[in-house]
């Protein structure tokens, strides 16, 4: 099993921006494609954004799309978010997601998590 754990999360004000990290050990860390989903009190998980093993490919909901970037650096196991022009909806705890089989772009998607990192955004 892949572990995953998640930092870079914190309070910010709306339209700032925060760059979320995600390393990975355990397995090798290129086999894997990754994602980001995010939980809101009282919500259901969402996702947020994907990227492919290689980092060829990447993924995004409406929601996001425009201000948030996902990207991988495989020679440090890492996989971030940038996020930008953030908004006070923006505001959950983001989780970093793995599968080695498929882009993990639903929950049911993906098979391993981190234990996620806390985004305020205020306004």
């Known amino acids: 099993q892949v572990q995953l754990v998640e930092s870079g999360g914190g309070l910010v004000q709306a339209g700032g921006s925060l760059r979320l990290s995600c390393a990975a050990s355990g397995r090798t860390f290129s086999n894997y494609h990754m994602g980001w989903f995010r939980q809101a009190p009282g919500k259901e998980r969402e996702f947020v954004a994907a990227i492919s093993s290689s980092g060829g490919v990447t993924y995004y909901p409406d929601s996001v799309k425009g201000r948030f970037t996902i990207s991988r650096d495989n020679a440090k196991n890492t996989v971030y978010l940038q996020m930008n022009s953030l908004k006070p909806e923006d505001t959950a705890v983001y989780y970093c997601?793995?599968?080695?089989?498929?882009?993990?772009?639903?929950?049911?998607?993906?098979?391993?998590w981190g234990q996620g990192t806390q985004v305020t955004v205020s306004s």
């Open positions: 997601a793995a599968n080695t089989i498929v882009i993990p772009t639903t929950t049911r998607r993906a098979k391993n």
